[in-house]
């Protein structure tokens, strides 16, 4: 089965531990079944093939989130990579496009849409696999999953169904209505909008032309900037005739606050705090070096991060997004290819970055025009080369490289942290150069 998993919203719900570019999905704030921390994007990843090992997953992501992505699943994974933010109904041709020109996939064969962020169980995915097999077998042209709502809830559309058969023709949607009128959609037998799809691969190639002008990969991403700024419910599910909705009452629950999330958390605390025992229903996570002490607290989430702190009444934290926009702070910490970084220490003329490289990583080979740098080794070895002269590090070694050189680091088999001191004027992440680089034989590629 072809799977989509759209990938690619900001995070600014889940301050101050996500952000444009480490979105909510990236969090490790579960456990897989061997007790080790896990994200959101790894245990979808995880349950899909435990429910199919054959499953071909095609992540719809963006430009910033490459980096995060191949940290936490590896580089052998499908990407279909948004040149710019447009949307669900952009995001789904372009992989979509993604499969037939890159993967070769038949316009016969099905495919399932699922975004990347709810808590589900492996029934969930088993029901996708059923709506796949029936998009493919032409029971509609659309096929939608509607959740049978556990309560009248405010956040989620609706999908009125023609009948009360387990699969049915959908009536009507309905946008997030208060909560008098979502009892009312229930009685009707109203289900939430799931945000998943399924359908024959053409289907979809077919409205690209339509509705984008054409349906080539290569194509769309050239004016992928000129794509309409609409979801697909809007510009596809809402105006199509032949679509059906297939009832899921298992496990389902959308982890886009720090209410939602705490409810489906493995441990009450991440990272080194501590509650007293006057504390109820409180979560304290905590990415900092330095301890958190809550007492006589309820119904609250402490979030502690390189990007700020945040002490909250969980219900209070649906209204997080509004106030996040007030500040104008570029992210801090941020998953890379390579390892991480986190900045620890900003002045006028400096920044100061913890580095963490995993084992057998490396930096691109790049250069900086506007700063220079002084990388200190603090645990670990590996292979610096700066102007193609390699260098073997250790814990102690200090590396001084000056603006223009073309420089990166290699860690060995246990990987390597170091500090990394920039120092300039306007320094920028704007402010690199990327150059061809072997890895193996350690010098340029000429």
Known sequence: MNIILLSGGSGKRLWPLSNDIRSKQFLKIFRDPCGNPESMLQRMYRQIKDTDKEAAITIATSKTQVSAIHNQLGHG??????????????????????????????????????PV?????????????????????????????GIVPAYPSDKYGYIIPGDEQKISRVHTFKEKPDEETAKEYIAKGGLWNSGVFAYKLGYVLQK??????????????????????????????????????????????????WDTLSESMSD????????????????????????????????????????????????RTGCLKHYVHLIR?????????????KVIHISEHSITVMITVKAGRHMSYHSHELRDEVWTIVSGNGRTVVDGVEQYVKRGDIIAIQAGCRHTVIADSSGLEMIEVQMGEGISVHDKKKFAFDMQAGWECR
């Open 329 to 341: 702070e570029e992210a801090r910490f941020a998953e890379k290819s390579w390892g991480e970084y």
């Open 117 to 145: 962020d709810p808590y589900v169980d492996r029934e969930y995915f088993t029901c996708v696999g059923e709506l796949g097999k029936l998009a493919e077998a032409g029971t509609a042209k659309l096929m939608l999953m």
């Open 77 to 114: 994974i499908g990407l279909s990579v948004e040149p710019c933010r447009r949307d669900t109904f952009a995001a789904i041709i372009l992989a979509s496009a993604y499969l037939h020109d890159v993967e070769h996939v038949s316009e016969e064969e099905a495919v399932a849409v699922c």
């Open 268 to 315: 009450a605390i991440t990272g080194y705090g501590i509650m007293d025992e006057t504390c109820g229903n409180v979560n304290i996570i905590n990415e900092l070096d330095i301890p958190v002490l809550v007492m006589g607290i309820h119904n609250a989430v402490v979030s502690a991060g390189p990007d700020g702190i945040l002490v909250a009444d969980k219900i």
């Open 208 to 257: 690209a032309e339509e509705r984008a002008g054409c349906s080539g990969y290569y194509e769309l991403l050239q004016r992928y900037d000129s794509l309409p700024r609409i979801s697909f419910d809007y510009e596809v599910a809402e105006k199509e005739e032949d679509i059906q909705v297939l009832r899921y009452s298992g496990k389902w629950k959308d982890l886009g606050t």
